[in-house]
């Protein structure tokens, strides 16, 4: 898991956070300029997540669902958009009180669920299954700063590079010595969370996220071993 910062204002967020969402749209224009700024200059190394708070912009990682911005209803449509344009995994941010709407809304109009941003805020932390990619637990009186933060996914399909994705395999004991699970790469579970869950509860699989020089170490079998 990783930590995300997100604030109305990017000066608020420490210069060396590394995962950071911020707004591509909106009424405040200073507010979407700062960001712009940020993106490009203080936060331009960092890993960024592109947040839209109006169903009509084609752009974005994440849609803001919540008062005042887009509407449960509205979501799917939205990331329909998203997808045609190329963005294979668009997210929705909504809290405890209209996800099960969002979710709805996705059946009604039958398009599938997104990943979904989870605010909490009031310290719980949500795993990362069930299509959940981040969970945002502290606002600013619980913080420390002018920011929000969130628990998010070790992969984020669509915010950090394929390459990287690639990195994390699930490895099994197999009796004598863990193997790796060609089948079961970041790109498995990301597209079913479940298949972790399930693995994880035999309580003989573990996600690793290895560099080359360790997957060398650790020999390959192929599926069903």
């Not at 996705?106 to 719980?124: C, H, K, N, R, Y």
Request: proline content about 7%; hydrophobic content about 40%.
């Amino acid at each position: 898991m990783r930590t995300m910062y997100d604030s109305a204002d990017p000066s608020a967020i420490p210069a060396g956070a590394q995962l950071v969402a911020g707004y591509v749209d909106g009424a405040d224009q200073q507010v979407v300029q700062a960001w712009r700024d940020a993106f490009a200059g203080r936060f331009s190394t960092a890993r960024q997540v592109r947040i839209a708070v109006l169903p009509t912009t084609d752009d974005g990682h994440v849609l803001d669902v919540e008062n005042g911005d887009a509407t449960p209803v509205s979501a799917p449509g939205w990331v329909r958009m998203r997808r045609a344009a190329g963005l294979a995994s668009p997210a929705c941010y909504v809290n405890r009180g209209n996800w099960a709407e969002a979710i709805q809304a996705f059946a009604d109009q039958g398009v599938p669920e997104p990943l979904w941003w989870i605010a909490t805020l009031d310290g719980t932390q949500l795993p990362p299954e069930g299509g959940v990619i981040a969970c945002q637990y502290a606002g600013s009186d619980r913080s420390g700063g002018n920011f929000d933060l969130s628990a998010v996914a070790d992969l984020w399909p669509g915010v950090d590079p394929e390459e990287e994705e690639m990195k994390l395999y699930i490895v099994a004991f197999n009796g004598a010595q863990w193997v790796v699970r060609p089948d079961f790469t970041a790109k498995a579970v990301i597209k079913d969370p479940g298949i972790l869950q399930d693995l994880q509860a035999t309580g003989n699989y573990q996600a690793l996220t290895l560099d080359d020089a360790q997957m060398a170490n650790i020999p390959t079998v192929g599926q069903g071993s």
